[in-house]
């Protein structure tokens, strides 16, 4: 009786009993030394709690690498977009400020685990906000030195708001070389200021308003009664 109960469940289809055998094996080896599925995705910082008097002059990384766990066809169409990696800068004080990034600092879709995010600190320099009275300087086009005087600018002074350390250093501020097709004997011109240097610092207004008058005489209207006003 022994025998015939083990000829029909143990040495019946044995080859094919053992293969199956084999490849439960090799499955259960492979999950065990592979473990799940992981994917690394970089996505960029997201600033959060920073105080309405600072900004950040610098962030080093601005990106971080976040490693995610999960169901193969979950980390498939998994995207940067899905990630967000949130950098809290409540109470952060101007200066050089280090923060520790950890797996609570990530968020990600429903049935995605966080196993690590690369690098574990972010450095990050602060600046407070400021404003500050600034002599406006008209500047003209280099084509037009020497043709042209600026008779009058307005504003005379602005308002730049933007960081300490930058603000600090300068007392005024230039216009944009002003031109365009100059031929009357006055001109007037509209012109935006030269912020570029000045890194995140708006002014306002954010344009002056210039008059030119041509040098060596004026030019008059066409019954000779004196001298034609530019727009």
Known sequence: MMRTVFERYVLKDWKLK?????????LWYTVFQIG????DITVPL?????????????????RVIVTVSGRVSMLKDIKERDVTAILNMNGAK????????????VAVPKGIDIVEVRPGTVKVTLDRIIEKKLKVTPVL????????????????????????KVLEKITDIETLPANGSLNRSEEVVDVGFNIEELSRVKVRPDSAH?????????????????????R
């Open 94 to 105: 101007e200066g050089p400020v280090v923060f520790e990034m950890s797996k609570t600092s």
């Open 36 to 39: 799940e599925p992981k994917k």
């Open 46 to 62: 997201t600033i959060s709690g920073l105080a309405k008097n600072m900004v950040v002059m610098k962030m080093d990384p601005e």
């Open 210 to 230: 210039m008059i030119l008058k041509r040098r060596g005489g004026r030019e008059t209207t066409g019954d000779g009664t004196g001298p034609s006003i530019g």
């Open 141 to 164: 086009d280099k084509k037009w030195t020497g043709r042209y005087d600026v008779i009058h600018t307005s504003p005379q002074f602005v308002i730049a708001e933007g960081p300490r």
């Open 18 to 26: 053992l293969l199956s055998l084999g490849l439960a094996i090799m």
